[in-house]
């Protein structure tokens, strides 16, 4: 067991639905400790970015749309083996396999609005805690 932190999102649907403390309970409950969190607006261009492995994919454009929808909660969160057990409290990916007791078996009902991110490796985790913190959304006007 090693000691790691892993960058943990709270998507719109989350926050929309009003889940951000039952998300964040659990996390703290299972013995994590959140050292930093911001709440943004994500644009297009930060989304392919984060989720350039799925370009091209028949869903990108409902992912974009939906990461796009409102405000998302990025948040560090840091213990022992964060990155793979954070993983394990999210659950799968695909709402059918997600399992009940996880965050995504208990609330996600679409493959694609799902809740909550969890990053997949240490190394991912350090990239996208960079992006998120540093990013800023280009103003509109
Ligand atoms: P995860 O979020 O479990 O790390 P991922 O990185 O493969 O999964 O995909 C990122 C997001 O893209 C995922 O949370 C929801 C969406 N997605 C992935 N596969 C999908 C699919 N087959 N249909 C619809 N949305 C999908
Ligand atoms: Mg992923």
Same mark, same amino acid.
């Given at each position: 067991?090693?000691? %790691?932190?892993?960058?943990? =999102?709270?998507?719109?649907?989350? @926050?929309?639905?009003?889940?951000? $403390?039952?998300?964040?309970?659990?996390?703290?409950?299972?013995?994590?400790?959140?050292?930093?969190?911001? =709440?943004?607006?994500?644009?297009?261009? &930060?989304?392919? +970015?984060?989720? !350039?492995?799925?370009? /091209?994919?028949?869903?990108?454009? %409902?992912?974009?749309?939906?990461?796009?929808? /409102?405000?998302?909660? /990025?948040? *560090? *969160?840091? /213990? +022992? !083996?964060?990155?793979?057990?954070?993983?394990?409290?999210?659950?799968?990916?695909? @709402?059918?396999?997600? %399992?009940?007791?996880?965050?995504?078996?208990?609330?996600?009902?679409?493959?694609?609005?799902? *809740?909550?991110? $969890?990053?997949?490796?240490? +190394?991912?985790? +350090?990239?996208?805690?960079?992006? &998120?913190?540093?990013?800023?959304?280009?103003?509109? *006007?």
């Amino acid at each position: 067991m090693a000691l %790691e932190r892993t960058f943990v =999102m709270l998507k719109p649907d989350c @926050v929309k639905r009003r889940l951000v $403390g039952e998300v964040i309970s659990r996390i703290e409950k299972k013995g994590y400790k959140i050292t930093d969190i911001k =709440m943004s607006e994500l644009d297009e261009a &930060f989304v392919r +970015e984060q989720y !350039s492995h799925l370009i /091209g994919r028949s869903f990108f454009p %409902e992912l974009l749309k939906y990461m796009t929808s /409102g405000p998302v909660i /990025g948040m *560090v *969160v840091e /213990g +022992e !083996s964060a990155v793979r057990i954070m993983r394990k409290l999210i659950g799968a990916t695909r @709402v059918a396999d997600a %399992e009940p007791g996880t965050i995504r078996g208990d609330f996600a009902f679409t493959d694609t609005e799902n *809740v909550v991110h $969890g990053s997949d490796s240490p +190394e991912n985790a +350090e990239l996208e805690i960079n992006r &998120f913190f540093r990013y800023k959304v280009p103003s509109k *006007v």
